[in-house]
């Protein structure tokens, strides 16, 4: 499982899920939108926006491993979308907590370790 920011739930395919879609790997959630339009309801997008928009902004350690524990994620993705949506110290806990196994100029990539 890679996280990633989730797209807009009233914007349609702009760069939802665009990390998932080109590694091949599961991501918490894409565009949620897109669920409640073919699920019928929005009970489980709903957690799951709930628990990246937690992920992404809390610097309670403890909470954020709850998440990455209940969601299995393997890896953490930064790249300008998740910079532009979420506050600079609820990204800088993951240098602190990860190792990166890749970077460049706009993307880090974490991969998560146990606590």
Excluded: C
Excluded at 2 to 22: C, F
Excluded at 70 to 85: K, L, P, S, T
């Amino acid at each position: 499982m890679i996280v990633e920011a989730p797209g807009d739930r009233y914007r349609a395919y702009v760069y939802e899920g665009r990390v998932s879609a080109l590694t091949g790997l599961p991501t918490l959630l894409g565009w949620g939108g897109h669920q409640s339009q073919w699920r019928g309801n929005y009970d489980e997008p709903a957690a799951r926006e709930a628990a990246l928009e937690t992920l992404f902004t809390t610097t309670d350690v403890t909470q954020l491993h709850s998440i990455l524990t209940q969601y299995n994620v393997g890896y953490i993705y930064i790249g300008a979308e998740e910079r532009n949506r979420y506050p600079q110290e609820g990204l800088e806990k993951f240098t602190a907590l990860f190792p990166v196994v890749y970077q460049n100029s706009g993307v880090t990539l974490y991969q998560v370790t146990s606590p």
